[in-house]
Nanobody, 117 residues
């Protein structure tokens, strides 16, 4: 029912910036909290940032002050602005939607972010 398509990743030098986008299908987008996750080889998927349906954001400690999550309900899109990137941020980034404290059970392809030193 829900399709999630991430884009905007790429190769960037340490200290640089990227802006990720997640386009979500479905009419329920505006009622769902959204989140960005990331996964590196050999690591579990990590929750990076969330934004509620009302636009309230929360961040993992590791990205606080550097990343900004936002949403545009009219476009059914959630963004992740990543500044001051570090090599440790290298991962595949995924978005997901949450309703009633349950994350959607299907993941998109993700978008690769590689930060070189």
């Amino acid at each position: 029912q829900v399709q999630l398509v991430e884009s905007g990743g790429g190769l960037v030098q340490a200290g640089g910036s990227l802006r990720l986008s997640c386009a979500a299908s479905g009419s329920m987008f505006s009622r769902a909290a959204m989140g960005w996750f990331r996964r590196s080889p050999g690591k579990q998927r990590e929750l990076v940032a969330t934004v509620t349906s009302g636009g309230v954001a929360n961040y993992a400690e590791s990205v606080k002050g550097r990343f900004t999550i936002s949403r545009d309900n009219a476009k059914n899109t959630v963004y992740l602005q990543m500044n001051s990137l570090k090599p440790e941020d290298t991962a595949v980034y995924y978005c997901n939607a949450q309703r009633d404290s349950i994350w959607y059970g299907h993941w998109g392809q993700g978008t690769q972010v590689t930060v070189s030193s």
